[in-house]
């Protein structure tokens, strides 16, 4: 018999970075995400296919029942090495999906294109957690590590106030449904950027002021769910950008790449790739377009509400 698990996207609107440390950051799931498909196999192996948005197969592997219990060592990191990371690490708390087994077929299929960033591996890690019926909190920190909110995104269908109160996750589903929301869009910035160099600046200057960038950025954060008008909104926006190119002394992506855009710019997650967040009275669709960004979203295509 063939289960099917899904798990949505996620978009970090504020909070990044900070809420690695515990900030509280608002976090919307998406339309888009991920399914993965378990039926019985053969032979103490997985046969493993992954399909991309466009039914294209952008990874097919045999994985052994051996290599999930002992996994080889690798000199480089690939797809099959991610995933046989997290197979492990839910055979360490649940072995029984091996030890009384012979075997599995599992495809999984996204509903947005891999390149876009919104959460590839989080959905899977979901959807192996809820396939092996264990915490997908822990098994993203055994795995990967990070915040855990895109899991939390993966679980939930509302926006969430999310935050890691001495290390635990903290969810809290949220009404934000704006009003001005037709004038919200989410660009995409046609590459995935290392986010080594943020990461690194916000790591050497988060001890000095870490309380209070968290209290600012807290305030913040419920600055923008609860803004009733599209100026507010955008004022709150504009000034977390300020805040978190100070952390990071990055400049801000509008500074960086669109210095003559009429409205307000937000990176979402990591600084350098992925979406951005664009707050304009008017369609911005052809000054993009006109840049080369042809990806252009409004929000509520994007955003579960």
């Not at 949505?8 to 900070?18: A, F, H, S």
């Not at 039926?39 to 466009?54: L, T």
């Not at 055994?142 to 903290?170: M, W």
């Not at 989410?186 to 950027?193: A, G, H, I, S």
């Amino acid at each position: 018999m063939k289960r099917t698990f899904y798990s949505n996207g996620k978009l970090l609107l504020t909070g990044e970075y900070l809420v690695l440390d515990g900030a509280k950051a608002l976090a919307l799931p998406t339309k888009f995400g991920q399914n993965l498909s378990v039926s019985s196999g053969k032979n103490q192996e997985i046969q493993w296919q992954s399909f991309d948005a466009d039914g294209n197969i952008w990874f097919q592997e045999t994985v052994l029942f051996s290599e999930i219990i002992t996994p080889p060592e690798w000199q480089n990191e690939s797809v099959k090495t991610t995933l046989l990371t997290i197979l492990h690490q839910g055979y360490l708390v649940n072995p029984s999906f091996i030890t009384q087994s012979e075997g599995y077929e599992i495809t999984t299929e996204l509903t947005f294109p891999r390149k876009w960033g919104l959460g590839t591996s989080s959905t899977l890690i979901n959807n192996v957690a809820q396939w092996l019926q264990i915490d997908a909190f822990a098994l993203l920190q055994n795995s990967f590590g990070g915040s855990g909110y895109d899991i939390a995104c993966a679980q939930n269908d509302t926006p969430i106030l999310y935050q890691l109160e001495q290390g635990k996750p903290v969810v809290e589903p949220v009404v934000f449904a704006p009003d001005f929301s037709e004038h919200l869009f989410f660009v995409y910035l046609n590459q995935k950027q290392s986010s080594k160099a943020a990461i690194a600046a916000y790591y050497n200057n988060k001890n000095a002021h870490l309380a209070q960038n968290s209290a600012v950025i807290n305030k913040i954060t419920q600055v923008v769910l609860d803004a009733s008008t599209l100026s507010d909104f955008a004022k709150a926006i504009e000034k977390h950008e300020i805040v978190m190119s100070n952390i990071l002394e990055m400049k801000t992506v509008k500074e960086a790449l669109f210095p003559d855009f009429k409205g307000i710019i937000k990176s979402l997650g990591a600084w350098g790739g992925d979406f951005v967040l664009v707050i304009s009275k008017e369609n911005p669709k052809d000054y993009f377009a006109n840049q080369g960004y042809t990806t252009i979203i409004p929000y509520a295509e994007m955003i579960l509400i």
